[in-house]
């Protein structure tokens, strides 16, 4: 197990520096730069501001003053926001991503699971098409279009909820909360459901019930385990990529998170801060993938075995 870990973690290691080393050339050799759509500022302050971020020197060297810096943990000061550091930025906004996209993990996980394993015993059935439905219509219905319906409902027309922001506590994070899990849950369902009516046909379980093993011990004991893995497998990457922040629901909904944020670096030629968020970015999403290769190993040892 500790020579696939150690693989994982290299091969982790060697993609994420390709994606920084690529995501620093291309900002790098794009047309314009961080201060080129100020008009207000004359050539000569332009290039004294310029001097001042280290942007007159040759993309090599750059190249080499940032990887020095994400060795040291300083990604250096923000181009756009002149009084804080990308460290700064990404500590300020990382925790509300944070917050939401774990409880939209939790609830996705514990919803999605529980609809596709009532579906798949109880196919055809009013609990199955419900299971169903829910899943058409959180992959059918984006979320663009239900963030703002939740709105109109529970927060302008009800009163329930807030509309957005985060002024008022836990209660700010029901509506983002909820939109953010909806699409993972329809996914998650779907995903459990055929996997398990797959699995319940295998000849190991079918084998268990020969042998006279209960109904409920071959069902939690043999079969979920294998149906759970394709679950598993997918939320490897939907977790990375719900923790970091979703920029439709940040935006939607007014939360400050890391996504705004990446979002107005990209538009604004933060080279920085886009850098300091593609690390953070890359990083989670490749440890949560190694982790869920970890955890399908131990469930099953033969994918251990086959790498």
Do not use: C
């Not at 460290?87 to 596709?116: K, R």
């Not at 506590?169 to 909806?182: E, F, M, N, Q």
């Not at 690390?279 to 086959?306: H, K, M, Q, S, W």
């Amino acid at each position: 197990m500790l020579r696939f870990i150690g693989k994982r973690l290299w091969d982790g290691g060697l993609t994420l520096a390709a994606l920084v080393t690529l995501t620093f050339f291309v900002m790098r050799l794009a047309p314009g730069g961080p201060f080129s759509r100020n008009r207000k500022i004359s050539p000569e302050v332009q290039a004294n501001i310029e001097a001042a971020f280290h942007l007159d020197e040759p993309i090599w060297q750059q190249f080499g003053r940032f990887v020095w810096g994400v060795l040291r943990l300083d990604l250096g000061p923000s181009t756009r926001h002149r009084d804080y550091s990308v460290n700064d930025l990404i500590a300020s906004g990382l925790p509300y991503s944070l917050t939401i996209g774990f409880w939209a993990v939790v609830i996705a996980a514990l919803v999605g699971v529980a609809l596709g394993l009532a579906g798949a015993l109880r196919r055809n059935s009013a609990t199955d098409y419900l299971a169903g439905t829910v899943g058409v219509v959180g992959i059918a219905i984006p979320i663009f279009v239900i963030g703002p319906l939740l709105q109109a409902a529970f927060a302008l027309r009800l009163n329930w909820l807030p509309v957005g922001g985060i002024n008022d506590g836990w209660r700010s994070l029901i509506l983002p909360v909820i939109v953010l899990a909806l699409p993972n849950i329809a996914y998650i369902s779907r995903l459990t459901r055929t996997s398990m009516i797959e699995t319940l046909r295998e000849n190991y379980v079918r084998t268990a019930r020969a042998k006279g093993i209960g109904w409920q011990r071959t069902l939690w004991r043999h079969s979920l385990t294998g149906a759970l893995l394709p679950v598993i497998a997918y939320l490897g990457p939907a977790t990375a990529a719900i923790i970091t922040g979703s920029i439709l629901i940040e935006t939607i909904f007014a939360v400050p998170g890391i996504g705004r944020h990446f979002v107005d670096a990209a538009l604004n030629r933060d080279y920085p801060l886009v850098m300091g968020i593609t690390l953070l970015y890359g990083a989670i999403l490749i440890l949560f993938n190694i982790a869920t290769d970890v955890v399908r190993a131990i469930l099953d040892p033969r994918i251990r075995n086959e790498r």
